[in-house]
């Protein structure tokens, strides 16, 4: 496959809103949203937040999406790392799955840098996923908010 990363735009809030809902009993908040919501959401993305739309070049479809955002205060990190960003909103169109995407998310990450992701404990298709491509797992956390989660790291 021939995939590229391009910036997310309105004009993908639709097809990002299905595939989150689609995708929503995978991630730490599970809540439906509407396209009000989703495009309320664009609206107010803050600039230091940089989300993904990966593309099939050779079908013109999009495949999967993904984000580098700002580190969340409410979300631990282990003491011995520093990561200067979180990575997450990994999601991969059914259609595509196992067929790459996760791995072409990758060249839209600084690899002299540390990055942090957080997984249910719940979803080991995205544990599995996520180390297949090289994140590594550092520790199981009981959180009060989320549940049991799973700190990844990419180093």
């Known amino acids: 496959m021939n995939y590229t990363i391009k910036p ?24 439906e949203i509407n396209i009000e919501q989703q495009v309320r959401w664009f609206e107010e993305l803050p600039t230091d937040c940089k ?29 011995k790392y520093h990561p200067i960003a979180y990575v997450g909103g990994y999601m991969v169109d059914p259609a595509y799955r196992g067929q790459g995407v996760m791995e072409a998310t990758l060249a ?15 979803n080991w298709h995205s544990l599995k996923a996520c180390l297949r ?11 009060k908010e989320f549940g049991r989660i799973i700190v990844v790291m990419w180093w």
């Open 8 to 31: 997310l735009l309105i004009t993908d809030i639709v097809w990002l809103m299905e595939l989150r809902n689609s995708c929503r009993t995978s991630f730490i908040n599970t809540s």
């Open 51 to 79: 989300h993904y739309v990966v593309w099939d070049m050779d079908e013109h479809k999009r495949a999967g999406t993904f984000n580098i955002v700002p580190l969340d205060p409410r979300l631990p990190i282990p003491d």
């Open 108 to 122: 839209g990450l600084d690899y002299t840098k540390q990055y942090i992701g957080y997984i249910r404990h719940e």
């Open 133 to 143: 491509i090289g994140w590594k797992a550092v520790e199981a956390i009981d959180h």
